[in-house]
C-alpha cells in the first residue's frame, strides 16, 4: 500500500473518531439537560411572571410582533424575539437551527424547540436556495456572509414556529397582551 493510501486512511480513521467522540458528548449533553429538567421543574408562576416581567420592557415590546400585508389581509404574530424570550424563560427548554448540509447551491436546515421537562419537541427540516429575490430578479449568494445571513433568517422564523408550538398558546397571547399594554403606556409617557 502507497503511502498516501495510508495516510488518507489514517486521516479517515481520525475523522471517524472524532464524529464518534462529538456523537457522544452530544448525547452526553442531552441526558444531563433532561436529568436537570426532572430534578428541578418549572415552576409555571414563577416562569409566566418571568415572561411578563421581560415583556415590560419597551425595547422588547417593540419588537415583539411581526406584521405583514398578504392577499389583502395582515398577517401577524409573535416574532422571533418574543419567541426566544418566551423559551429562555419558560424555562427547560432546548431549541435552535442547525445546518445540516450544505451543496449545490442550497442548505439543508433543520429548526427544533424540545421541552426538556414534557419532552414534547418540534422539527422542522427544510433547504433554503443560496439565492436571493430582489426587484431585478434572482441574485444567486456566493459570499459565505451572505449565505450564512440568509440561512439564519429562514432558520430563526422555522425556530419561531418550533417554540410556539412546544410552549402553550394561552403564554405567547398573554406575553402580547403585555407587551401591548407596556407600548400603550410608554405612549402615554412624556
Known amino acids: 500500500m502507497s503511502k498516501n493510501k495510508i495516510n488518507l486512511q489514517e486521516s479517515n480513521n481520525q475523522k471517524t473518531a472524532v464524529q464518534g467522540m462529538a456523537a457522544s458528548r452530544q448525547a452526553q449533553e442531552v441526558q444531563a439537560a433532561m436529568v436537570m429538567a426532572k430534578r428541578f421543574p418549572r415552576d ?34 409573535p416574532s422571533i424575539r418574543l419567541a ?40 422542522r427540516i427544510f433547504t433554503v436556495a443560496h439565492v436571493r429575490d430582489t426587484k431585478y430578479g434572482k441574485k444567486e449568494l456566493k459570499s459565505a456572509r451572505d449565505i450564512y445571513e440568509m440561512t439564519a433568517n429562514m432558520g430563526a422564523r422555522r425556530m419561531r414556529a418550533c417554540i410556539l408550538g412546544v410552549i402553550p398558546k394561552y403564554v405567547a397571547e398573554e406575553a402580547v397582551e403585555q407587551c401591548e399594554a407596556t407600548l400603550k403606556g410608554s405612549k402615554a409617557q412624556p
Open 84 to 123: 426566544e424570550t418566551l423559551a429562555r424563560n419558560w424555562g427547560n427548554m432546548g431549541y435552535g437551527i442547525i445546518e445540516l448540509e450544505q451543496k449545490d447551491g442550497e442548505s439543508e436546515m433543520m429548526a427544533y424547540c424540545w421541552d426538556l421537562e414534557s419532552n414534547t419537541r418540534e422539527t
Open 44 to 77: 409555571e408562576g414563577q416562569a409566566m411572571n418571568k415572561i411578563l416581567n421581560a415583556c415590560t420592557r419597551e425595547s422588547l415590546a417593540e419588537q415583539a410582533t411581526y406584521e405583514y400585508p398578504r392577499g389583502g389581509t395582515k398577517v401577524k404574530g
